[in-house]
């Protein structure tokens, strides 16, 4: 089955925004799997999706995985509450793992983003 990007409707709250699908499922990232702030995370408009057999919980699904990056903020009390003409961290690799969006709410707490 071919891994598609699903993209909304114009609207402001899905500005930026994609699901990934593959058949007739829609995958989630995880904290779990890709650590938290999940807002801070960029799946790139060419990256490849590779297929992953999953383990322990996820037995006999399919999970995703694909290049993306994190954007790395500097967390203090002395950073500057606004950054002007630079981005407020840097911007590194993160292999990205995407599961089944049924699956996620057997996994306990954590940050869940389709």
Same mark, same amino acid.
Request: hydrophobic fraction near 35%; aromatic fraction near 10%; charge should be negative.
């Given at each position: 089955?071919q891994?598609?990007r699903?993209?909304? #409707? @114009?609207?402001?709250? =899905?500005?930026g925004?994609?699901?990934?699908?593959?058949?007739?499922?829609?995958?989630? =990232?995880? $904290?779990?799997?890709?650590? *938290?702030?999940?807002d801070?995370?960029?799946l #790139?408009?060419?990256?490849?999706?590779?297929?992953? $057999?999953g *383990?322990? =919980?996820?037995?006999g699904?399919i999970?995703l995985?694909?290049?993306?990056?994190?954007?790395?903020? *500097? #967390?203090?009390?002395e950073?500057? =509450?606004y950054?002007?003409?630079?981005?407020p961290?840097q911007? $590194?690799? @993160?292999?990205? *793992?995407?599961?089944?969006?049924?699956?996620?709410?057997?996994?306990g707490e954590? $940050?869940?983003?389709?």
């Amino acid at each position: 089955m071919q891994v598609r990007r699903v993209y909304g #409707h @114009q609207l402001r709250n =899905l500005a930026g925004k994609v699901a990934i699908q593959r058949g007739p499922l829609i995958y989630c =990232l995880e $904290e779990a799997d890709n650590g *938290t702030e999940l807002d801070n995370v960029w799946l #790139h408009s060419d990256s490849r999706f590779s297929l992953m $057999e999953g *383990t322990g =919980l996820f037995n006999g699904k399919i999970m995703l995985q694909a290049d993306g990056a994190r954007l790395q903020r *500097t #967390h203090s009390e002395e950073a500057a =509450l606004y950054n002007y003409d630079k981005s407020p961290g840097q911007l $590194e690799p @993160q292999r990205l *793992t995407f599961i089944p969006w049924f699956s996620w709410d057997n996994r306990g707490e954590g $940050e869940m983003r389709i």
